[in-house]
């Protein structure tokens, strides 16, 4: 790997100072650094700062510098380019996150190295269609979610797994998570933990108004459509609780497993059961 890319999250106070020093000592080491984010613009001190299109362009991996939602937004950056990517952690929980700032030096020597495996993650891409018509396409690595607005009542979602149809869910949403979104809202919601090796998906109502509602585990070649069918809420589609779009009524959301993987470089022997034992205790406290 000779051009690492980082992507920082500028709002974290310490990572500017914290970019310097990866990006010192990488080009000691003869890589070539290239830096972007949100106001990384601002950064002085030498580095090699560009934009997003031109650092997917060089990068031969890319560096998460913030937290897992700093992780999530690279990830999408990245989809379906084949570039690896591992997250240090500058937030509080950080379950996605490879290692914490402690550990920059020797996962650092690593890279360099080759000292590391590469894990495939599963992604979702989610597809709004409206009267027939195809209007937006998003990825994501957690989860598709469709939920309703501030002061909205609860939404009737109209739900079908390959056609056929599951059920009408009053609810105040519904959640498609991938295993890696398994830990996230999903988890919030009651839906099960899910080993991010595997493959599949999980539809998750968000406080439905029925006693029987329950998550429902499916196959990864599976195909979510979800109409919207309630016309006086606002509803809005999220991927990954970052990117957003509002839904009209009879809207309908299409979720599938997406043509390509996140693949997460991994430096370090911690397991996913190991970090949940550590992370999710953490999270709770």
Not at 193 to 218: G, K
Not at 232 to 249: C, H, K, R, Y
Request: aromatic share 8%; hydrophobic share 40%.
């Amino acid at each position: 790997m000779n051009s690492i890319g980082i992507i920082m999250n500028f709002e974290k106070s310490e990572a500017l100072s914290i970019t310097r020093q990866i990006a010192e000592w990488l080009e000691k080491h003869g890589k070539t650094v290239l830096v972007t984010g949100p106001g990384s613009d601002a950064a002085d001190g030498g580095m090699n700062v560009c934009s997003e299109s031109e650092m997917v362009e060089k990068a031969d991996c890319i560096i998460a510098l913030g937290g897992d939602g700093t992780l999530l937004s690279s990830a999408r950056v990245i989809a379906g380019l084949d570039i690896p990517l591992f997250g240090v952690n500058l937030g509080q929980l950080g379950f996605l996150t490879e290692i914490e700032q402690p550990d920059i030096p020797p996962a650092l020597e690593k890279l360099i190295s080759g000292s590391y495996d590469i894990e495939k993650r599963m992604m979702i891409e989610a597809r709004v269609s409206r009267n027939g018509e195809e209007i937006c396409a998003f990825y994501g690595l957690n989860d598709a979610v469709i939920t309703k607005g501030a002061f909205a009542r609860l939404i009737r979602l109209k739900t079908f797994v390959n056609n056929e149809f599951v059920d009408i869910f009053p609810a105040d949403g519904l959640i498609i998570s991938t295993p890696t979104g398994s830990t996230a809202y999903s988890l919030s919601a009651g839906g099960p933990l899910v080993s991010p090796d595997l493959e599949l998906m999980i539809v998750t109502p968000i406080c439905p108004h029925t006693l029987y509602a329950r998550p429902l585990v499916i196959d990864r070649d599976s195909i979510v459509r979800v109409e919207l069918q309630s016309t006086q809420a606002e509803v809005m589609l999220t991927i990954d609780g970052q990117s957003g779009f509002q839904l009209e009524p009879f809207d309908e959301v299409i979720v599938r497993k997406a043509p390509f993987y996140a693949r997460f470089l991994k430096l370090n022997q911690r397991s996913f059961y190991e970090i949940l034992r550590t992370k999710l205790k953490e999270g709770g406290s």
